[in-house]
Each structure stands twice: as C-alpha cells, then as structure tokens.
C-alpha cells in the first residue's frame, strides 16, 4: 500500500481513456490500495482516479462525509437536476472553478474482487463520482467550463 505522487494537468496519460479492468487479481487489489492510501495522503481529499497516478485502467476511489469506496470499470446514470458548485482537482493543486454537474447520481461497477457494487449518491459525493468517472474517460473538469472560463483557468494553471 504505498502512497504514489499525483500526476499534474499537463501529464498526457490524463488525456487518455484509460482502459476497462480485466483481471481481478492481486495487481489489482494492490493498485485499489494504493489509490486509497494516496486519497488519505492528504487533507481535503475526496476522490481519486487510477490515471491520476499514472496507470490508465478503470478505477476510482472516493471518501467523503463517512461513505468511501471503490468502483472499477464504473458507468455513471446521472439525474436530470443539476446544481452548480466550486470544484477543484488534485491533479491542479489550489485552483477551485463554479461547475454545474448532477446533483445526484447512480454509478454502477464492481468492487476489486469482481463484485456488483451501485452507490446512490447526492450532491458532493454526486459531484466526486463525476469528476473522477471523467478521469476514466481522460476528461479534465476544465474541460466542462464555458470557453471564457477555460481561458481564465488556463492563464491562473500557468
């Protein structure tokens, strides 16, 4: 279970869909572990996905407000509401931006044993599932932001 260092905007494997998990085995288990050690690493820490530590499979990890977890190979069902809220991400240290996302979600996958898992969540944790599900798809929350927004966020990244 070793903490890994998290991988900054400008890392190309964060722009690329990472891919489904297949095995179900000790390699994996290690990596769900490690993705967990790496989110308690530090305070304020929500939700993290495997590309965020340079391995491009399909797993994220979550811990807010006493709910934590995993997902591999998540699909998110995304409700119909939608709220706007200040986001930020690891993977830009510092920097928070107003994103409207769903306000609550259903996401659907299997735990690291090959298990059915669904987790039901609102708001916050709605938000965390989202971002890291993007993650999987080598989307960057910036890349939600209107065009004028992403500017601006670019030139306070750089």
Request: charged share 25%; proline share 6%.
């Amino acid at each position: 279970m070793t903490v890994q260092p998290i991988r900054l905007f400008a890392d190309p494997v964060l722009r690329t869909a990472a891919e489904p998990v297949t095995d179900f085995d000790r390699e994996l288990r290690g990596l769900v572990k490690s993705l967990q050690a790496t989110l308690r690493a530090g305070s304020g820490r929500a939700g993290l996905a495997a590309p965020q530590i340079g391995v491009s499979l399909r797993v994220l990890v979550y811990e807010l407000d006493g709910r934590s977890g995993h997902l591999v190979n998540p699909r998110i069902e995304a409700s119909e509401r939608r709220i706007v809220a200040d986001e930020a991400c690891l993977s830009a240290p510092g920097l928070w931006w107003p994103l409207e996302r769903s306000y609550m979600v259903t996401a659907r996958g299997r735990d690291m044993f090959g298990k059915p898992v669904t987790v039901r969540a609102l708001g916050t944790l709605a938000r965390v599932l989202q971002h890291e599900a993007d993650h999987l798809d080598g989307v960057l929350f910036v890349d939600r932001l209107p065009e004028e927004e992403q500017e601006r966020f670019f030139a306070a990244n750089s």
